[in-house]
């Protein structure tokens, strides 16, 4: 269970090398498509549906102008219904505070609901060191933990894998840290799911503490909200004595009426339903029901760095829903891993710089230039984040951070590109950053075959980029795949 | 300083020069276009899209209704305040949830129905139990009164207590985790039958 981020290629030479994995490429391209028919179904259903997108945006933009005052109404409301509230700086911080939660009630085990926010503050590592396993039980989770994996995708994290890599997942790992999956085991999706809830329903009736994230949670009544599909969320909200909620400080929405709107946004941008199967929303200790101890992590983690961006900050309305994932062309092409972060895709490319800032590493810096800039991430957003305007403007700042400087032997991949750029000036900033993406992305899509080499073709591209992109085949230089890598390097920790 | 007056300094901080910004736009608050029977039916025809099972009767009918779609469970919990007899049901009696998992079924009340999503909301006050228990069994048979169903989100947000915890059930438990192909049951209850009373 030690598969990590850190020490991933940036993000060009990372998705030369996911492109090499068909089987990744293929079962993205049917996820991804299958998604996006769904959700433009739904979508379609919803006559408002842009009048609902302009108050997303409105009620995070307002929430933000003001984010101080919420988060002290947040707190206050929470304590007064018998919460204990804690602020972390950083994931440190964040981590120390459940372990310390943990320690406090001797357990060595703890169940987790889906939640990006442990995932960005790498908890499950934390507690690990400190001898508490973290069991993920979210199936897609549960597969990439078991598989000693990482996450590939913000709704699906093991889009990535078929069924039958599943199936030996299940068959190899499950018996290590629990219940054995049943023997026989088919690879249908049923029986899959099967051996998922027999596996981890012993721990949700064992586990006595529970760590959650939570998808809103209401200033003026200090209400938390989680959204989520298979019953796991309410597991572990429900039955451990002792639950810890890990909340990103802009997860906050000022009143009870405004999730009317979030409600909406959310489960038809994500799954791509009417509604999600389950919504638990939660309000401190509930006497008699659930979880007698209650404590809320408000989390900064460079979400006030973000804050500060003028053009950067309308990326903290994300609400996480991952469309513009499933519909970006790069995404598709590449995966989630290539990213480097559990943020992938076209939110990933803007967050992560966002968060950690520009000028730090190489592969950060390497993110906001894998993108088309086709704007379908826009369209797609429910809150609609300007995705490639703050990409562009990120471009800007990455030039910037490094002009003057050597770039380091690594930047190799990304000197035809974004070095260039070292004399900008911001006015010809977005031109420039459309010609670079061309190149870049005449690198990126998928291998076919034309005689006897191996070429990459180019990538559809809607509106004004298509005539560039479908410029040229280049060929693909033959090289381990990223999956090869991943293990021999265990993710990239032993690279030499 | 402390991490909260730290990140509550650097709040301040990283908005000092934002604009101000305008009041949200709430003109998606449109009033709901369904009443009555095509309200009803849409209701039964989403929640049925999640394939769920949803059965229509009258007052008088609940109680065969309940024995027909609990024919054949061997234990079903029914919680305090549930306004109807379920024959062989058990009181919750604060049942651990190892207690709970060896029931079989459930049978509550619900709170508000949403028609244009196809969902139940359960607030958990007399007749719904605790949040464990409409969870953990397998088997959930869910009441509810046709004048609890309104036309969307907006109505029943609305009419719900925040303070009260809230389970919105959109159809049995579900998962597209393995190549998106929805499977029905995962760790809550596989099967979801509606009685709606009118
Ligand atoms: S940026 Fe928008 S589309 Fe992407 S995950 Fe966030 S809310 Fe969803």
Known sequence: MSATFVGMPAFPEAARRALENTQQRHNLAHATGTI??????????????????????????????????????????????????HWA????????????????????????????????????EALEAEGISAWETDLAELIVQLGDDLPSHILVPAIHRNRSEIREIFRSAMGEVGRPAPDPLSDDPADLAGAARLHLREKFLRARMAVSGANFAVAETGTLVVVESEGNGRMCLTLPEVLVSVVGIEKVVPTWQDLEVFLQLLPRSSTGERMNPYTSTWTGAVPGDGP???????????????????????????????????????????????YGSVYPGPIGAILNPLLKGTGVDEQTDSLPYASS???????????????????????????????????????????????????????????????????????????????????????????????????????????????????????????? | ????????????????????????????????????????????????????TVTRCTEAEVPRELERLLDGVLRVVVPDGFPWSVPGGEPDNAKSAAELNDVDAVVTTSSVGIAETGTVVLSHGPGQGRRALSLVPDLHVCVIHADQVVAGVNEAVGMLDPLQPQTWISGPSATSDIELSRVEGVHGPRTLHVLLVE
Not at chain 1, 56 to 76: F, M, P, S, Y
Not at chain 2, 3 to 20: C, F, G, M, Q
Not at chain 2, 34 to 49: H, I, M, P, W
């Open chain 1, 36 to 85: 996006r028919d769904k959700r433009a179904a739904v979508v379609a259903e919803v006559d408002d549906w842009e009048a609902l997108r302009l108050a997303g945006a409105a009620i995070k933009d307002q929430t933000l102008r003001h984010l101080d005052d919420h988060l002290v109404a947040l707190e206050a409301a929470l304590q007064e219904r018998g919460a204990t509230v």
């Open chain 1, 89 to 124: 700086r950083d994931a440190e911080e964040a981590c120390r505070i459940v372990a310390d939660v943990a320690r406090a009630h001797d357990v060595d085990e703890v169940v987790k609901v889906k939640s990006m926010a442990t995932q960005e503050i790498g908890l499950n």
């Open chain 1, 292 to 338: 007698q101890e209650v404590h809320v992590v408000l989390l900064d983690n460079g979400r006030t760095r973000a804050l500060a961006d003028e053009m950067g900050r309308q990326a903290l309305r994300c609400i996480r829903c991952s469309a513009c994932l499933n519909v970006c062309p790069v995404y598709e092409r590449t995966g989630g891993h290539a």
């Open chain 1, 373 to 496: 800039l086709c704007g379908a991430c826009f369209e797609a957003c429910p809150v609609r984040i300007d995705i490639p305007s703050v990409l562009v403007e990120l471009r800007g700042q990455v030039v910037d951070a490094h002009r003057g400087g050597v770039p380091k032997p690594e930047a190799v991949a990304m000197r035809g590109a974004g070095w260039v750029l070292s004399s900008s000036a911001r006015t010809a900033r977005s031109e420039r950053a459309a010609a670079f993406a061309g190149r870049l992305l005449n690198r990126l899509p998928g291998g076919r075959r034309q005689g006897d080499r191996r070429v990459l073709g180019s990538i559809p591209m809607p509106g004004a980029g298509s005539a560039w992109s479908q410029a040229r085949d280049v060929p693909v230089p033959a090289t381990e795949s990223f999956r090869d890598w991943w293990s021999r390097t265990d993710g990239g920790e032993d690279e030499s």
């Open chain 2, 1 to 52: 300083m402390s991490a909260r007056d730290d990140i509550l300094a650097r709040v301040r901080e990283a908005v000092s020069d934002a604009p101000e910004v305008a009041e949200p736009p709430r003109d998606y608050r449109r009033a709901p276009e369904l009443a009555g029977e095509d309200l009803l039916a849409q209701f039964v025809e989403r929640v049925e899209d999640y394939r769920a």
